[in-house]
T-cell receptor, first 114, second 116 residues
């Protein structure tokens, strides 16, 4: 069975600095997708970034980028120039063949210190 | 506006009293799912549906029922709720297909359920 592990229950960073959230996963599939979701206090689930496993190039979305290491089964999220609005719970997730079955990690609560 | 709508957003009930959480999407998506979110466990899939009248168990289906009689609706039914079903519940939908578009799940606003 596929599993996703986030080993950092909580992280904090100073505003304007860079922070990296870790995620590892276990799968025997060769073709899959990886995601980072943000959940602010409003509870809304917001897709931050996604990565196709067949792509070697790391995905980027403005201040958000990933470090995808397929052989190591690692998928970390880097947030540059952290802003107060980045404070949230972040979930790493995995899926094969679409988003009908997402497997989530335990979550990392990110605090931004002004 | 494309959205997934869950109701109610908050619910407090007593053990054993049947309840239904509704979920509706307006994007004509084939796939719909229910997840529960618990501290330290992340989100776990309860049930999912590939299309009308096609449902299957997720990772934590015990104590829950679902039905998919219409494409847009996917209600979650707790026939005899227990305190261990106190949780935050999310409905999600996504389109069928290949490629990047099929990988985006749209989530409802969440339902905070407390069973006393």
């Amino acid at each position: 069975a596929q599993t996703v592990t986030q080993s950092q229950p909580e992280m904090s960073v100073q505003e304007a600095e860079t922070v990296t959230l870790s995620c590892t996963y276990d799968t025997s599939e060769s073709d899959y997708y990886l995601f980072w979701y943000k959940q602010p206090p409003s509870r809304q689930m917001i897709l931050v970034i996604r990565q196709e496993a067949y792509k070697q190039q790391n995905a980027t979305e403005n201040r958000f980028s990933v470090n995808f290491q397929k052989a190591a089964k690692s998928f970390s999220l880097k947030i540059s120039d952290s802003q107060l609005g980045d404070a949230a719970m972040y979930f790493c997730a995995y899926a094969i063949q679409g988003a009908q079955k997402l497997v989530f990690g335990q979550g990392t609560r990110l605090t931004i210190n002004p | 506006e494309a959205q997934v709508t869950q109701n109610p957003r908050y619910l407090i009930t007593v053990t054993g009293k049947k309840l239904t959480v509704t979920c509706s999407q307006n994007m004509n998506h084939e796939y719909m799912s229910w997840y529960r979110q618990d501290p330290g466990l992340g989100l776990r899939q309860i049930y999912y549906s590939m299309n009308v009248e096609v449902t299957d168990k997720g990772d934590v289906p015990e104590g829950y029922k679902v039905s998919r009689k219409e494409k847009r609706n996917f209600p979650l039914i707790l026939e005899s709720p227990s305190p261990n079903q106190t949780s935050l519940y999310f409905c999600a939908s996504s389109p069928k297909g290949q490629g990047r578009r099929s990988t985006e799940a749209f989530f409802g606003q969440g339902t905070r359920l407390t069973v006393v």
